[in-house]
């Protein structure tokens, strides 16, 4: 079984994430952010990860830095899950319709963080939460996976549906990435580590 557990501890928040790669997208997911806590539902059931997060914070201040420390610890303990990626597909990328909006999530757990995030619209809010915190989740993630990582929404309307588009096509992207490939012999790398 493939694991992560992690645990995040600062000034602002308190954040317990544990992660099984090889589940069927059972989850238990509590956070000071109920927006982030249904996004994270929908992330574990569509990627098939079993997903446990505990996270508090200082919400009464700014929803920011509970919502990039839950992309943090979530990438942390995805990176951890995975080991030496040994047997992986390594990429993965999902074009994900929702009503009217259209969104892409390609992925390369290459051990190289990279971050792209087009086509959202800026200096809105929805459920209170001004929409761009969802950049700086997926930046965090990215960043503490360590992987190259492309969000694209193609065209779209409701910011719901972008917002929900985005963690199902990810999370769909990252199922395919993280697959054990029996034609994969050790690492997928030319260099023998990623």
């Not at 505990?54 to 509970?66: I, Q």
């Not at 809010?125 to 193609?154: P, Q, V």
């Given at each position: ?76 303990a ?46 809105k809010t ?7 915190l ?61």
């Amino acid at each position: 079984m493939r694991e992560g557990i992690v645990e995040r501890k600062t000034s602002e928040t308190s954040v317990y994430v544990r992660i099984n790669l090889d589940g069927s997208g059972n989850y238990s997911v509590k956070t000071d952010v109920p927006f982030l806590t249904h996004m994270l539902e929908l992330f574990s059931r569509h990627s098939l990860f079993d997903l446990e997060v505990v996270a508090t914070g200082d919400v009464e201040v700014d929803h920011h830095h509970l919502i990039e420390d839950v992309g943090i610890t979530l990438g942390t303990a995805l990176e951890k899950a995975l080991r030496d990626k040994r047997g992986i597909n390594r990429y993965g990328f999902f074009t994900l319709p929702m009503d009217e909006t259209l969104i892409s999530a390609a992925i390369d757990l290459s051990g190289r963080p990279y971050f792209v995030y087009r086509g959202f619209p800026e200096f809105k809010t929805l459920m209170g939460i001004e929409f761009d915190l969802l950049r700086e989740f997926w930046k965090s993630f990215s960043h503490s996976l360590k992987c190259n990582l492309h969000i694209n929404c193609h065209y779209g309307l409701n910011l719901h549906h972008m917002a929900e588009g985005t963690f199902k096509a990810v999370a769909r992207a990252l199922r395919v990435a993280v697959a054990i490939d029996d034609r994969v012999n050790g690492i997928p790398s030319t260099k023998g580590k990623l």
